[in-house]
């Protein structure tokens, strides 16, 4: 499929002031194969004439961004949105989660991940990170959906020993990686400092290192969980990953919300990628993230919705306004976190965050992921400043078209993959078997 | 006109579970007849029959709301979204919102509150408090575009002496107070304890008790404001108000980030009325207001968004969720405003807050200002929590009609009141006459 935006204004990745006048982006076996300034189209050169395209799509009025990339959520949660809100963590965790996720199936994870993936790419997501059980069921349902998406199958020893489990996400990666035309990729996972022993984290790292894959973990995500493996271990969360070998592997560290100085420099050192769950963390109490101070030490943040039982959307463009006002809010100080920080984090850092090559910018030869957004409702004038826009006062019902590796999955309010009414009919069902409706 | 909404859910002010079986409502004269449950239609009564009214409206798989109040915001800085974003409190006002203020025309107010209303309508927002100056523009613009609005022309000895707009303050309540059918209200308002002298407050408050209107002002927005108040009159902001008359009548409180213990015991004994704006306090760097301790104390508390210069959106549903969202994350307590709450402060609280009678709330007799919300959208899947997905998963583009006074405003998409092709091509005009564009 060869595809021309014609006449659109776009942001690389979200940079500079400089690009926003229109362009013409082509687009050839799933990546970007140019962008260049849009010429009146009697000037125009052979190779932009339509009939050379498959499809041309008119850019006017339309900003071009790089897909969203929401890198941290459990898409088999989904189904549990509003299933234990404004309750303490534990509460949350141990009363309401872990029972009812004991009787998921793997058909339930299947629709709950449909049910997600139709959320994100509708709000511009074009990546995605999940850690969960059931995974086939998971990457079956990306694969259908059209989404690009980092697999994890979580292990842990928590109700048992973490070693069924990591056999199962060997397996997974092995059989999964590189799929979908390479948009499903993997990472083995340890769910986290507090529900991993020792032992297995250094069975983790030595099979991440072996399988050529990063891990995926949840890490400081609560002062509890700091003062628990203080306690146990007489070091940090980040600490004891680092004494089991976990970061001597490329790692995607989660919430971060309780790292201290220390940690700081241990992660800057070891390259840990982390990812910042604003609204999970603000949602369920557990406090603010020194995301400033892992910024000012070079560290490269990503943002991630977690999941839509703790968020309760996965939306990208609120973890993007959240990112920048709670800092600011907490440091009383509005010049930190600007826009332009959150769109990065948003896309092309967020790319990063999962080890993920050429993704995330609108560049030659990068993934074709990019949205289209509406710039023309009131809430976006006057259009003095479209960075700005993005993070304040846009939205993701602003988002018009979708396009995953080259090809379009959502477009003027339908989406193309999935067939919703079928989606929300099993969701309805599996929501009343379990009780929760 | 006659207005039924037949079968339709609701939420009366969001506060019990019990009432979320279909109902009939009744709308007649602006204002809500009855509510009824729904009954198969060959069993309904002879009122219920669709040729008695003017306009039957299905209502199922919508949700009704009582509309939401922007309890404090700038209409006319509409204009200036997107100018001065990611600045300090101080340079954002001193260096880019005063100079520009002063080059801003009635006309300028003008398309400014109509492109502002316009988002509002859009998001269901039905009621909202101003406080600006060429207030008859304002004021203009919402008789025309139908929504109800409190409006107040600011006064302030900042730059002159604010007896001249004290005297033109007191002659737009004399000719506004009531005007609409009763949607405009009035208020006198003092801009804030560091831009009005001691003596302009004591005469804002005697005016005030002479015409029968409330005071609305902010107060304790930024702990400079807090420092500085001090040091000039050995009290706190609120104190100096309260020192100088102005709690002596009804007052609507706006910020009240740096309240202190002695004030929030003062502001409960006098029945001070406050105004929470939690996205504008953000973004400004301003802090977090002392909301889990006003709301123990017993005061009233409604929602705002400021103006769109600091925001950016003018978008009720953000600020109930990031009311509940920040006090969550500062607290690190995740039972801290729960969805119930937030969604009381941004009906009927923020209609107390703005001393209105029979506003904000879905029971006969109250006006007839309210939002059908389409809850069939994937990210209200599954709905097991209606209240919870009002707050933490909705947003202001799951508004699918919207009525004021028992006039349908917005409707599938369309503003019915106002010409919005007009209003942008307006507002694009003076954004580039301002050098804004």
Chains 1, 2 share one sequence.
Request: with cysteine; glycine share 10%.
């Amino acid at each position: 499929m060869r595809i021309l935006i014609s006449n659109v204004t776009y942001l690389e990745s979200a940079v500079s002031q400089d690009s926003l006048n229109p362009v013409d982006i082509g687009i050839e076996d799933g990546k970007i194969s140019f962008i260049q300034e849009h010429l009146p189209s009697r000037d125009q050169k052979t190779h932009l004439k339509e009939a050379a395209w498959d499809r041309v799509i008119e850019g006017r009025g339309r900003l071009a961004l790089p897909g969203l990339v929401n890198a941290h959520t459990h898409l088999g949660m989904t189904l549990l949105r509003g299933y234990g809100d404004d309750l303490p963590l534990m509460v949350w965790l141990q009363e309401k989660m872990w029972p009812i996720e004991d009787q998921l199936t793997e058909k339930d994870v299947y629709w709950s991940s449909l049910l997600a993936i139709g959320e994100m790419l509708r709000g511009g997501i074009t990546t995605c990170a999940d850690m969960y059980f059931h995974m086939g069921a998971t990457a079956k349902a990306v694969a259908e959906a059209g989404i690009r998406a980092s697999l994890t199958r979580g292990v842990q020893d928590v109700g048992g020993s973490g070693l069924r489990g990591l056999e199962e996400a060997i397996g997974f990666c092995q059989k999964w990686q590189g799929a979908a035309n390479g948009r499903i990729t993997t990472m083995l996972g340890a769910h986290a400092p507090y529900t991993c022993t020792p032992g297995l984290l250094r069975k983790v790292a030595d099979w991440a290192n072996r399988l050529g894959v990063p891990i995926h973990t949840h890490v400081a995500e609560t002062s509890t969980e700091v003062h628990q493996i203080k306690e146990q271990y007489g070091v940090t969360p980040l600490g004891m990953l680092a004494g089991n070998g976990v970061l001597d592997v490329p790692v995607t560290a989660v919430h971060c919300v309780h790292l201290e100085e220390d940690d700081l420099e241990l992660a800057t050192q070891r390259g840990v990628r982390v990812v910042h769950c604003p609204g999970s963390n603000m949602k369920l109490g557990s406090g603010i993230a020194p995301l400033p101070e892992m910024l000012a030490t070079g560290l490269i943040v990503g943002l991630g919705t977690d999941s839509a039982a703790s968020n309760n959307k996965l939306d990208l463009w609120e973890e993007m306004r959240l990112a920048s006002l709670i800092h600011k809010a907490n440091m009383q100080d509005a010049t930190v976190i600007p826009a332009v920080t959150a769109l990065k984090m948003a896309t092309c850092h967020g790319a990063a965050a999962l080890h993920l090559d050429k993704v995330g910018k609108l560049a030659p030869g990068w993934v074709a992921d990019l949205v289209l957004v509406n710039t023309e409702g009131l809430h976006w004038q006057p259009p003095s400043n479209p960075q700005a826009s993005i993070v304040y006062a846009g939205g993701r019902n602003d988002v018009s078209l979708v396009m995953v590796d080259g090809c379009i999955v959502y477009d003027q309010g339908e989406l193309l993959t999935i067939d919703e009414d079928e989606v929300i009919y099993h969701v309805k069902k599996i929501a009343h078997r379990l009780g929760l409706l």
